[in-house]
C-alpha cells in the first residue's frame, strides 16, 4: 500500500514542500530511502524502525522504500523522521491502529525528528518553513513540542506541538485531542536593555560615543581607531543598547536566519534583541559568509538587522575581509555552490576596531610607539581601499586616564540616547517610506543627491575641506550621507554647514595617515 | 665626438669624480671612442671595470642610453655645466654628475636642509610643520631626502604653502624610496626639483644614504635639525654639515624623550644654535618674514585655539575643558582645520599647524 504524508525541507532561509511517499510490498524485509537523501536521512531508517517498535506498534516485515519527492532536490537534517514513521503506519496493510487512514493524515504538515525511544526532538528552521507553507496553503501543523514557542508566533495556522510518535499517532487517529498553540503578539519590551552594557558606564570618549551615536542612527558603519586598552571592544558591546527596536517584521527575519542556523533559544522562540555577533579573527571566509557542505548560514547572515563586530580588524584575512565588500553593499549574500544557491539576507552594520599600528601606541598620548613607519604603513594598508570606501565613520579612540576613569561624573545613559537615535530614524522612515531602504547608510546615487541638498555655504565648506585636507574622491558620498543622519539627529530638514563639517571629522584614515 | 656628449657617455658608468678627471686628462681632448678604448692609462684608471664598459664604447648604446633618459624625462648636469650648484664643491668628491627632474635653477636661492627622525613624535610633526612652513614663507627653498617622517613632513608642507622644495635621492629615478612616496616625487619634481646623483637604474641601497646626506648637507646655506634620536642618518648629514661650515640649528626637546636626543646633543655639544622660533633662522639667512594675514575666527574657535597653544589634545579633553556640545565641537574642529590653523595629528589630537 501507498501512502504520502506532507513535511517541509529547507533551501537556504525558505522551506519548499517534500512529499513523503511510502510504499510498503513484499519481499525481503528492506528499508530503502530514495530522493537526494543526505547522511542524516539515511540514517532515519535506524531511528524510525526503534520509534516504532518502542512506541508499541509493529514494524512491517516488508519491503519499505520511502520516496522524498521532490526527488531532484538534495534534502538534508532529520526533520523528516516523524512523517517517515506516519507514513509506515499507515501504508501498512496489516497496521492494528484504527483511524489512522490516508483521509486522516492530509491536511498536515508533520516535522519532527525522532529518538530511538519514540520521542519526537526539536528541529531546526521551524520558523521559515511555517512562513513558506503559510503562503503556499498550508494551515496544520504537527510538529515538536519544543518548538511550540518558535511557532506561536505566526498568526493564521494551527500548529499542533507533540512530545512523542505514540501522541501523534493517537492524535492522528482520533483517539485524543491536542490543543493548538494560542498565537503570541510580538512585543518589544525595553527590560532587555537595562543589561549591564549601558554607555553610562563607559567613562569619557565623547568622541567615540557621539559617532556610535550617528552610526546607530543612520546605519552606518564606523571603524575605531585606537591603542590597545582604550575601551574600543566596550564600546562596541554597549552599542545595540542604542539601536531602535526591531519591529516584528525585522524581528522575524532575524529569527529565520537564526533559526535555520539551529542558534535559536527554544525557550523564546524567536529573536527580540538585534543580533550582536562577534566572529574571532580565525574566523574563515564560509564561516563568514555562508554556505558550506551543510549550507549554512554565516555570522554576517546571523549579524542582520543587528550589529557585526570585527575586533582588530587587520588581524582578519585579507581573503575573508574581501568578502565583506559585496554583502556591505547590497545587504544580502548569495552563496553559489555546484549543488544549489542560495541567498541569505546580510544587512547589518559593521562596527570595527583596530590598533594605530602593529605594536598599538601609535599617537597615544602617553606611550611611545617602536615601529617604523614601513610597518605602520603595511599595517593600515590590510584595510584595503574598498573596503574603508564601505565605512562612513572612522573615530579614534584613545586611553582614558586614571583619574577620569575614577571620577564621579554623570555619563549620559543609554536610553536616551536611544530616545535621540529613535527620533532620527523616524524621520528616515518618513523620508523612505515609498521604498525599500529604511536608513540614509543605504542611500543610492540618486536618492543622495535629491536627499542630500547642500546650501551654497554647504558646498563651499565641502570644496576647501577637499583642497585643504587632501581627502579622497570617495570620501564625499560618505559625508553627505552622514552629513544627512547629523542633520535628522537635529531635526533639521536641510543639512547646515555645520553637519558638514562634523561628518568631516569622521574620514581621518582618508587623509595622509602617515 | 663633442666633449659634452663623451661626457653624458661616461655618466651612465658611475665613475668616481676623480676617475673621471684622470680620464678627461688622459684624453687631451680628443673625444672618441676609438681613443678611449685604444688607450692603456684608460684601462689602468678604470681597472677591473675597463672591459664592460669598453663593449659599451659605441655610438648605438650611447643614443640607447641618452633615449631611455630622454624618455623618463630625465636630465643630466655635469659639474662642467654653468648651472651646476657651485655649493656642491664643498664636498670632497663632489657628483660629477647630476641626474634631474624639475627646475634646477631654484638651486640658486637662499636653501634650507629640514633633517630628522623617520618616525617623528605629534610634537616633531608639529615643529616640523610650522618651521616648514614659515621659511619657505619666507621664501626659502626647503631641501630634503624624501624619507619618511621629518622629510616628508618638510617637503608636504612646503608644497602646501607653495614654497619651492628640493628632494635628493639616495638612489635612482627608478627606485624611488620609500615606494610609498612617488605621488610626493611626482609632485616635488613637477613644482620643485629632485636630484640624484645616480643613473636611473641604481637602487637605494644602505651605503647609498650616508653619500646622499653629503649633497643634502652641501645644497643649503643652513641645516635645521627638528627632531633626532641619538644615532641616526641625521647625525651624519649633521658632521657633513660641520665640515662644510653650514650654520647648524636644532629644536630642543624634551630632554627624556629618546627622538629628541640628537637634537639635544647637537645644542649641548654646541654644534649648532638652539632655535626656538623660525624667524631666528629668517633673519640669518637675510630673508624677510611674510606677515600673517589674520583669520577671522569665532569666539569658540579662539578659545579651541587657546587650548591648544601649550600641548596637542584629544576631543575628548577639549570637551571636558570647554564644556562644548560633542556636536559642535567635532564641526568647529574640522573649520578650524580647513582654515589651515590647526591640524589634525594620529590618534586624533589636534595642534596647532
Redo the contacts between chains.
Sequence with gaps: MLSKIISYGLQGIDGFVVEVETDISGGLPHFEIVGLADTAIKEAKERVRSAIKNSGFEYPVKRITVNLAPADVKKEGTVYDLAMAIGILVADPKSEIKGLSPDRTKGFVILGELSLNGEVKPIKGILPILISARKEGYLNFILPQANQNEASFIEGINVYPVKSLLETVNFLAGESIIEPVITKIFKNDCVKNSSALDFKFVK????A??ALEIAAAGGHNVLM???PGSGKSMLAKCFPSILPDMTFEEALEVTKIHSVAGELDFKVGIVEERPFRTPHHSASAVSLTGGGVHSKPGEISLAHNGVLYLDEMPEYSRHSLEMLRQPLEDGCITVARSALTVTYPANFTLIASMN?CPCGN????DR??K????QI?KYLSKISGPILDRIDIH????N?SFT?LRAVTNEEDSATIKQRVDNARKIQLERFKNSNNYSNSKMSVPDTKKYCHLSKDCEE?LK??FD??KLSARAHDRILKVART?AD??GEENIL??????A???R?LD???? | MDKDIFLKFLSAFELSYSKISKILDVLKGNFSFDSFSLSDEVEKILGDDFSSIIKKANPDFLQRYLNRLDEKGIKILTCEDSNYPKKLFRCDDPPYYLFYKGDINILNNVSVSIVGT??PS?YGVVITERFAGELAQAGAVIISGLA??VDSIAH?KTLLEKGKTVAILAGGFDHIY?T?HFSLFNEISQKGLVLSEHRPDIKALKFNFPQRNRIVAALSDALLVTEAGAKSGTSITKDFALDYGIPIYAIPGNITS?KSDGTNRIIASMQGTCTLEPINIINDLGLKKKKNIAKQLSINESLIVQQLQDEPK???ML??ILNLP???L??????L????IIK??????FALG
Excluded: W
Design positions: 569619557g570618549q565623547a568622541g560615543k557621539r581607531i585606537g591603542p594605530p601609535y599617537g597615544a598620548k611611545e610607539c615601529c617604523s613607519p614601513s604603513h573615530v579614534e579612540v584613545d582614558v577620569d565648506l576647501t575641506a585643504n585636507l547629523i539627529l537635529e554647514p555645520q553637519h558638514v563639517a562634523e568631516i571629522a569622521y581621518s587623509r595622509k595617515y602617515i | 623617520r618616525s605629534n619618511y617622517g608636504r620609500p610609498e629618546p584629544n576631543v575628548d570637551v571636558e560633542i556636536a559642535n567635532n564641526s568647529l574642529l574640522t573649520s582645520e580647513i582654515k589651515g589634525r595629528m594620529p590618534g586624533g589630537f
